[in-house]
């Protein structure tokens, strides 16, 4: 964290149980999973706001995109994952029910769903970080100088649109999860479903991307093999678009122009 961006969430974080929480991040100490209420509390806090200001599903998907490049956001995301680690979950049926009685059946089953996924994705992500422990996955390095944006993958040459789309889906979802429990009581019927429905949609691209990597062992049943990617065939699709994009850039300059119709450029000599 640059001191800028330490100084801007400092000024904009008044008293709460979070601002304390906030700031251990801040000298870097780790938060105790005893804890975790309190941060819950204090980033559902920062986000009704926002999302009870959305207009419709479109407006919302906005306004989340808005709150993913926040810094604020991704502070406090990190420090959940940390505080979570450890911390009790109820049951499923236990959790379905708490989930029923404070939002209603509709957002309930959605949110079972989605817990299928994330519970898919537990043993996925270990068997993955074993193939690239094992050298039998490779993990592409960010260049020296890459875009730190969280949402830099959208404009990312090297990324294929499938995949931009389900990293984004899978984003939008970690704000979906704490806007259910942000809106919980005060919103309209509309926007818990669409909060619980980008929740579900969020958590299954996740499971796809890990599911499409062969070895990690996902279960047909939650992500079918017609669901599922074939990286290499994409990376073949990028290669080819971007030597088209290279040609087509060579044409221009050998003409001398600032743009071609298709029938121009292939019709080139």
Do not use: C
Not at 29 to 36: D, I, N, Q, S
Not at 140 to 158: F, I, K, N, R, V
Request: hydrophobic share 45%; no cysteine.
């Amino acid at each position: 964290m640059n001191a800028m961006s330490a100084s801007k969430l400092q000024s904009e974080i008044t008293e709460s149980a979070g601002a304390e929480l906030v700031q251990r991040l801040l000298v870097r100490e780790l938060v105790k999973p005893g804890e975790l209420v309190d941060l819950v509390n204090f980033a559902t806090k920062r986000l009704s706001k926002a999302l009870l200001a959305a207009e419709d599903p479109e407006d919302l998907r906005f306004k989340i995109d808005e709150v993913l490049e926040g810094p604020d956001f991704q502070h406090v995301a990190a420090l959940m994952l940390n505080a979570s680690r450890g911390h009790e979950v109820p049951t499923d049926g236990e959790l379905h029910r708490r989930i029923t009685e404070r939002l209603g059946q509709a957002v309930a089953m959605l949110a079972s769903e989605a817990l299928r996924y994330m519970d898919a994705a537990v043993p996925a992500s270990l068997r993955l970080l074993k193939l690239v422990d094992s050298g039998k996955v490779a993990v592409a390095e960010s260049a020296p100088g890459a875009a730190t944006s969280p949402l830099a993958y959208l404009t990312a040459p090297d990324t294929h649109p499938t995949i931009a789309k389900l990293l984004l889906a899978r984003d939008r979802a970690k704000v979906a999860v704490l806007g259910l429990l942000a809106v919980a009581g005060s919103g309209p019927a509309w926007l818990t479903v669409e909060l619980a429905t980008l929740w579900r949609d969020g958590e299954r691209s996740a499971l796809t991307i890990l599911a499409s990597v062969p070895g990690t062992e996902v279960p047909a049943a939650l992500v079918p093999e017609s669901a599922r990617l074939d990286y290499a065939a994409l990376d073949r699709e990028m290669q080819a678009a971007r030597r088209g994009a290279d040609a087509l850039a060579a044409e221009m300059k050998r003409r001398g122009v600032d743009s071609l119709s298709v029938g121009e450029f292939l019709g080139s000599d």
